[in-house]
């Protein structure tokens, strides 16, 4: 199942594409870095208190009968799905606002409505604090301005992504 990040739907007469500055682009990358960074922390806090769990559990000799350890293993299998489920959301929740705020940068609307898809473990639902971002657009009309737009925005994108 794919889930979308965003969906847009704007028109406008004219579309004239800015540069977006290094400056511009250098603001929002370290706003994007430090929510990246409490992601990670967070759900890396989350898993070694789980491991540290397991680890207590398989260190301690009273727990050698299967029906418990078929409890405690289905328990801990819960736990890491619901960590992966939160992550995914707190890592496409990150994507939206990059892919938001880099529209915002632009300052031009596109002439046609598109869609921002997830894809990869963002649509698969297993994201973890080190995933990469995968999504791509669907556009609903091509033509020469739209694509001009969209390269633009996919380069803005592509430019905070890729130093986060």
Not at 20 to 49: C, G, M, P
Not at 96 to 121: H, K, R, W, Y
Request: hydrophobic letters at 40%; glycine letters at 4%; one cysteine or more.
């Amino acid at each position: 199942m794919k889930q979308a990040l965003s969906v847009h739907n704007a028109y406008n007469d004219a579309v004239k594409l800015p540069l977006v500055t290094f400056e511009q682009a250098d603001a929002l990358q370290k706003s994007h870095a430090l929510a990246l960074a409490d992601i990670r922390r967070k759900y890396t806090k989350e898993t070694d208190n789980l491991l540290a769990i397991v680890q207590g559990y398989q260190d301690d000799p009273e727990n050698l009968d299967s029906s418990h350890n078929h409890f405690i293993e289905k328990t801990i299998f819960s736990e890491m799905e619901r960590i992966s489920i939160d992550c995914t959301n707190d890592m496409i929740g990150l994507a939206d606002t990059i892919v938001s705020c880099s529209i915002e940068l632009l300052d031009v609307v596109p002439l046609c409505s598109f869609a921002v898809v997830a894809m990869g473990s963002l649509a698969r639902g297993e994201a973890t604090p080190y995933s990469d971002l995968e999504f791509l657009f669907v556009v609903e009309e091509k033509t020469t301005t739209s694509e001009r737009y969209f390269e633009q925005l996919a380069m803005t994108i592509y430019f905070i992504i890729g130093n986060l």
